[in-house]
């Protein structure tokens, strides 16, 4: 029968995407779901109302937190630019005194902060540094 195909379907699509974001995995994985279910609903015996109805809500949450979390990523990184921004031409030093200078430009990584001082040193920002 068809389902069984539209299942071992979605079970490879899954483990081809292992990698992406679980939000996004869940997300399509519903709407393969979901699309599944309507390609082989029988025309004789449709699906209740109220199942339906309960789908599409479910659908309707799960895209808007898709939407929140990509708006939420973009706010976070709009505001580590504006930090990164403010550091530029301060003093930073850390917590023994061994390493000081003006910042003279910040790279923001995935996993972390980093300055590059006037003398070309590099210092990961994390706790210990203090900027003035």
Known sequence: MSVSTVGSNTT???STS????TSTLDYNAFLQLMIAQLKNQDPTSPMETSEYTSQ???FSQVEQSVS???K???LLSATNLQNAEALVGRT???SDGSIT???ASVTLYSDATVATLTDGTEVVL?????VS
Do not use: F, K, M, R
């Not at 292992?18 to 974001?21: L, M, P, Q, Y």
């Open 12 to 14: 490879s699509t899954q």
């Open 126 to 130: 994390g706790s210990g540094i203090t």
């Open 72 to 74: 939420l990523d973009s």
């Open 56 to 58: 599409l809500a479910a």
């Open 92 to 94: 930073l030093s850390n």
């Open 68 to 70: 929140t979390n990509a």
């Open 18 to 21: 292992s990698s992406s974001n």
């Open 101 to 103: 200078g003006e910042v």
